[in-house]
């Protein structure tokens, strides 16, 4: 097993055309997302994508529509809807501790295990 940190060039020029290209994407996103009024819908929809395509891979299907019926009433809902929104509720708490505390430690990780449970 290699140890860390590897040894490895990553200032390519691939890899810093790369980032020059994320970071003129992020600039944009940052720009449009100051217009927006509330910009919570704009992340919580990003976060509710996000669950459902990473569920998808674990074979745990549910429709947009199941999961935006489940942030009004937990009444009725599918399993692999409670899951995906586990896992929505799990990535929006790993967002906050990083945009709160500027930190993402141990215990956060233990936090955001403890909403997937």
């Known amino acids: 097993m290699k140890r860390l940190p590897l040894n490895i060039d990553l200032e390519?020029?691939?890899?810093?055309?790369k980032v020059i290209l994320a970071n003129r994407a992020l600039g944009k996103l940052n720009g449009i997302a100051k217009i927006i009024?509330?910009?919570?819908?704009?992340?919580?929809?990003?976060?509710l994508r996000e669950a459902k395509n990473s569920s998808e891979i674990e074979n745990i299907i549910t429709t947009?529509?199941?999961?935006?019926?489940?942030?009004?009433?937990?009444?009725?809902?599918?399993?692999?809807?409670?899951?995906?929104?586990?896992?929505?509720?799990a990535l929006l708490k790993g967002f906050?501790?990083?945009k709160n505390e500027e930190l993402f430690l141990i215990k956060h990780i233990i936090k955001i295990q403890e909403e997937l449970a």
């Open 12 to 17: 390519t020029k691939v890899v810093l055309k």
């Open 37 to 47: 009024p509330n910009q919570s819908i704009l992340i919580n929809s990003l976060i």
């Open 64 to 89: 947009y529509d199941e999961i935006y019926q489940a942030s009004i009433s937990d009444d009725n809902l599918k399993q692999a809807t409670k899951e995906v929104k586990n896992y929505s509720t």
């Open 96 to 98: 906050d501790f990083i």
